[in-house]
C-alpha cells in the first residue's frame, strides 16, 4: 500500500495553516506544516513532499524568495496562495516555477481541486487511452512522454517543472496549430477560464528560455498576434 501524498504547507497565518491540516488530512493526505521560510527549510529534508502550498506574502524571508531557493533544490510542484490584488507577485512567482495559484481568501475545496490537478500533472496521471509514444521528436529536440524528460539536441536532459512539462506536452500534440490562450488554459488547467491571461505568456516564457528559443524572434515557440500561440515544427513520433 502506497504512502498518503505529503503536502508541506507554508504559511504564517495560523488559522490557515491550521484549517488547511485539518481539511487535508481528511481527504486523505499526510500535511507538515511551517509558519515561515526559515522553518520550512528545516523541514524539507525531514520529508518526501508530493507538492508544497506556500504564502507569498511572509515576514522576514517571502515566499518568492523560498520559491526560489526551493527551485534549486526540486522540480516539486508548487501551489502558491497570493493576496487579491499581489498580480506582480504571482507572475513572478510562475516564472519562478510555481505551476499554480489561489487567491485568499479561498474555498478549502478550490484548493483541493488544484492541488489533485497539479499532481495530476506532475506524476502522468489522467484519462490518456493511448499508449504514449516513446519519443517525440521536434526541431531537434526529443521529448520522451514515458520518462517525463526532455533532451536537447545534444541529447543532455533539460529540467522542466510539471507545468512546463504539460504546456510542452500540449504543444507537440497539435503542431503548426494556432492555440489561443483560451484554449491552452482549457487543455492545461481543464477549466473553463484561466486565472489571468498572463499566466500562459508566463509560461510561454520560462519553456522558450528551457527550449533555448529567442524570446525575441522565436523560432520554435511563435507568438501570433491577437491569437496565440503555435510550435512551428514538423513532429516525428516513434513508438
Known amino acids: 500500500m502506497e504512502p498518503a501524498p505529503h503536502i508541506l504547507v507554508v504559511d504564517d497565518d495560523r488559522e490557515i495553516r491550521e484549517l488547511l491540516a485539518r481539511f487535508l488530512e481528511k481527504q486523505g493526505f499526510r500535511v507538515t506544516t511551517a509558519r515561515e521560510a526559515r522553518e520550512a527549510r528545516r523541514a524539507w529534508p525531514l520529508g ?57 481568501p479561498f474555498n478549502p475545496r478550490e484548493l483541493l481541486a488544484r492541488i489533485r490537478a497539479v499532481m495530476r500533472r506532475a506524476h502522468g496521471e489522467g484519462a490518456r487511452r493511448d499508449p504514449l509514444p516513446s519519443a517525440i521528436r521536434f526541431g531537434g529536440w526529443t521529448l520522451e512522454p514515458q520518462r517525463r524528460r526532455l533532451l536537447n539536441p545534444d541529447g543532455a536532459e533539460v529540467s522542466l517543472t510539471g507545468g512546463e512539462y504539460e504546456l510542452l506536452t500540449v504543444l507537440v500534440e497539435r503542431p503548426n496549430r494556432v492555440l489561443t490562450r483560451d484554449m491552452l488554459m482549457d487543455l492545461l488547467r481543464g477549466r473553463q477560464a484561466g486565472p489571468f491571461d498572463r499566466a500562459i505568456d508566463v509560461a510561454v516564457s520560462r519553456l522558450r528560455r528551457k527550449l533555448e528559443d529567442d524570446g525575441r524572434n522565436p523560432s520554435l515557440i511563435k507568438t501570433v498576434r491577437g491569437g496565440g500561440y503555435v510550435l512551428a515544427a514538423d513532429v516525428e513520433r516513434a513508438t
Open 48 to 104: 518526501r513532499y508530493h507538492i508544497v502550498v506556500l504564502d507569498l506574502m511572509m515576514p522576514g524571508e517571502s515566499g518568492l524568495d523560498f520559491a526560489r531557493w526551493l527551485r534549486g533544490q526540486s522540480d516539486v510542484p508548487i501551489v502558491m496562495l497570493t493576496a487579491m490584488g499581489e498580480e506582480t507577485d504571482r507572475i513572478v512567482g510562475l516564472e519562478l516555477g510555481a505551476d499554480d495559484y489561489v487567491a485568499k
